[in-house]
């Protein structure tokens, strides 16, 4: 099932609640969009890592379980496809289309069908002069039993730190910014509140409330994402909750301000909490 969350003249956001997509991809619902101009901003199921769905919530390693999908590193291992794939399913969903809103509650499911995580997830489209404004908030409620989140850096492979609420672009390579400073080593594991891509053909700035890292990669293909787990195993005790946000402004050209922009969506942030 595919939602438009926002369609205006060329710029699009929509949801795809991930229903068709095979098991080794672990299964989840996703969003994918276009600026004004019509330029792609997410891609789904490209070539090389054909598990990276647009912007979707995905974590490597919940209990040994990969709701990331492809293959999961393992220390002894290296990187090995295991029949360890997760899927998350909708249970409950509201829209409210003209005000580009969608509200599901989700169960997260384990290689066995058996229940990992509770979730309740919140996410907004709107349009700006600009272009347009998503913000998406999770809260994973641990209603299984104590939970621990890992990494492959944290199961052993250094600076891959991925997982969360992540978004893959389309671009080859682009210009990364933060507070921190312009590039690629400011950017990796910087605790920045904002985050600016710059692609060849559409910006993003993106912003959090979470005081995650940004996992970033800037070449080869360009996805970013605050990441859960980094230096060590993230600890979810029984019936505690994690809460993720991650809000981003898209548009055609770099955003001259993005420290401005990035302080707009936290705001943004904040006000609907």
Known sequence: MRIDLLRGEAAAV???DGGDLDRVLSPRPFLTGT???????TEVTPADHRHHLGLSLALPDVNGVSFWGGRTFRRDAGSVLLDNHG????????????GGRLVETLTWLDH???TVLA??????????????????????CATAGDVT???????????AFYGGLFWRTPFERATVRTHDGAGIAAAHGSL????????????VVAATTTAMPWFVRDTGYVGFGPAVAVTERRRLAAGDTLDLTLAVAVMDAPSTAPDQVGARLLSGILEAV
Do not use: C, K, M
């Open 192 to 203: 920045s509140s904002w985050l600016a891509i710059d692609g060849p053909h559409a910006s």
């Open 87 to 98: 899927i998350q399913r909708v249970d409950e969903r509201e829209v409210d289309a003209s």
């Open 14 to 16: 929509t949801y795809d």
């Open 112 to 114: 066995r069908d058996a």
């Open 119 to 140: 979730e309740t997830r919140t996410i907004t489209a709107t349009e700006t002069a600009e272009g347009w404004d998503l913000t998406w908030r999770s809260r994973l």
């Open 149 to 159: 989140f890992g990494s492959p850096q944290t199961n052993g492979r250094d600076g």
């Open 35 to 41: 600026t004004r101009s019509g330029a792609g901003v």
